[in-house]
């Protein structure tokens, strides 16, 4: 399960009935795409496709900056960084993380993954904010 928000509405949706719900998307009134995965869950790759599809029909075929919050995950399968690489409706993507590893998970998937938009990595919410903005 997904809990969705669209310009302070709430919205819930079931796109995995066999999955409790791993993450919260939200489009923001200022056109940010804010994609926050929940503490301690591991990403499969149903999870990524199943994120994809909600980016895809929240923007409905307008293109967002997205900011993926993926500080507290516990892991994230090659399977589901593959899933990140097939196009979908954010302009510019920003991971957050929280650690050494986490840059070096990211900078790895970048490396061999070719993303659908410019993407980059962060540790700071504030330097992913100023890099999404700036690409607006």
């Not at 066999?18 to 929940?38: I, P, V, Y």
């Not at 490396?111 to 992913?128: D, I, K, L, Y």
């Amino acid at each position: 399960m997904v809990r969705r928000r669209a310009q302070g509405e709430d919205v819930v949706v079931d796109p995995l009935a066999s999955n409790d719900a791993k993450m919260t998307l939200e489009l923001t009134s200022g056109g940010l795409l804010h994609l926050r995965w929940f503490h301690g869950v591991d990403i499969l790759v149903d999870d990524a496709r199943a994120a994809m599809a909600e980016v895809n029909d929240l923007c409905q075929q307008e293109r967002y900056p997205m900011l993926v919050d993926m500080a507290t995950v516990d892991s994230v399968s090659r399977e589901a960084r593959a899933v990140w690489s097939i196009p979908c409706s954010a302009s510019r993507i920003a991971l957050l993380g929280k650690s050494p590893v986490d840059r070096v998970l990211a900078n790895f998937f970048l490396g061999v993954h070719v993303p659908p938009c410019p993407t980059r990595f962060f540790t700071s919410r504030t330097e992913a904010m100023d890099w999404l903005s700036a690409g607006a």
